[in-house]
Structures are given as C-alpha cells and as structure tokens.
C-alpha cells in the first residue's frame, strides 16, 4: 500500500494522463488532441520563446491582483467581524459586490478607465476582494475573546497581542483566502486578457479560439495550470503548514 503522498499524487497525475490519451484516441478528432500533441506544443512554444513573455505577463497581473485584493479584503473583512456596527451597516454592500459577474466588473473598468493595465488589474481585484472580506471577517468572528480579555488584564500589549493571540487565529482564514484566491484570480485574469490586453495567456488563448486550435488552447492553459500549482505546491501550502502547525 502506498502511503507516502507525492507517490500517491504522482499516480493520480498519470491516471488522469492515461485517461485522457484514452479518451483522445478512442475519439480520434482534432478537437480533442491527445497529451502528448499537447505536450509537444507546450515545447514548441517554449523553444520559441512565444510562451514565457505570455505567461510572465499574466502571472505579474495575478500577483498584483492577488495582494491588492488580500491587502484590501482583509481589511475589510476583519474590521467588519470585530466591529458590529460596521457588519450591520455594510453586510448589504459586501452580498451586493459578492454576487456582481466578473464579466460585468470588467467590461465596466474597460469602458471607465480604457482599455489599460490598471484597469485590468482593478477588475480582477475588485472581484476577489469580497470573497476575501468574507472569509477574514468569519476569522475575526471566531477569535477567542477570553485570550483577548485575558491578553488586556496581563496588559501584554497590542503588539504582542496580535502577534501571539490574533493572527495564530486568523492564519488558518487567511491561508484559505490565499489559495481560494489565486485559483479564482487566474482565472478572472484570462477573461480580462481575452477582452483587453495585448499579451497573456487569455489575449493567446483568444488567438487559438478564432483559429479553432484545440491544442493551442490546451498547451497554454496547461503551461499555466502547472505554474499556478507549482506556486500551490510550492509556496502556499508550505507557508500553510508551517502557521498552523500550533494547532496540530
């Protein structure tokens, strides 16, 4: 039985691979090419060098994207779980933003403020913006008031209060925000650059579309799926591991 799980996960990768040669074979078409048409053309464009300015392009625009967005809906978001008055009053505004399309978001930045790179990066953010507010306002909900109130008799101080009290609390609610964040910010990321921008793997991926290139599509959202899960695997569940370790 095997029980360490990157093995686990390897063979889960390869079955998924195996199914879907399958699949390409037994349809035979070019709609559906197999992995390895795919995978040659991820190769292709990287030998090139077609591929790597796309996707730095896209990837600079989820980064900025991702940490305004987390900067702002933190903010947001904890202030309105520690604060009652605040909830009250803009719950209503948070559901409102929470349920607008991010189509309607972006068109809307387009036709504002042009067809430019901040505008791009302001719609991406305003979308996630809520969803993160959310999820760090239900953090600042759940945080123990005992420690607070006992933090306040000992008078140990705001700082240390937050740094030994507070964001232990809160980093289980912001490692959810990150990782929930980055899948749905890429994603709006390729929507903005389909409608937009002159580069990234959307403004490719539109390219391929008006060509009926199937593989084109599938090389460069792959290249980009297995960026995005390198940052996952990489980065942002290491960093998880290691804050919430107090709780294991």
Known sequence: MIRHRPAVQG???????????????????????????????????????????????????????????????????????????????????????????????????????????????LAVSINKIPNVAVTLREGARAIDRDLLDMANCFKIGRGRTLRHIVLPQLYPFLAVSARSGLALIWKIVLVVELLGRGNGVGFQLGIYFQLFDVTGILAYSL??????????????????????????
């Open 11 to 121: 063979l889960s990768v390869l079955g998924l691979l195996v199914c879907w040669y399958v699949a390409a074979t037994l349809v035979g078409s070019r709609l559906l090419p197999g992995p390895v048409a795919v995978f040659q053309t991820i190769f292709s464009e990287l030998g090139n060098g077609e591929m790597l300015p796309h996707i730095g392009a896209t990837l600079s625009r989820v980064v900025v994207s991702f940490f305004i967005a987390m900067i702002i809906g933190a903010a947001i978001g904890i202030s309105m779980g520690s604060k009652k008055h605040l909830d009250d009053f803009f719950d209503s505004w948070l559901i409102l933003f929470l349920n607008i399309p991010a189509l309607v978001t972006i068109i809307l930045c387009y036709v504002w403020f042009g067809l430019s790179e901040a505008a791009a990066v």
């Open 223 to 248: 290249a980009f799926i297995i960026v995005i899960q390198g940052i996952e695997h990489g980065l942002l569940q290491p960093i998880e591991r290691r804050v919430t370790a107090w709780q294991r």
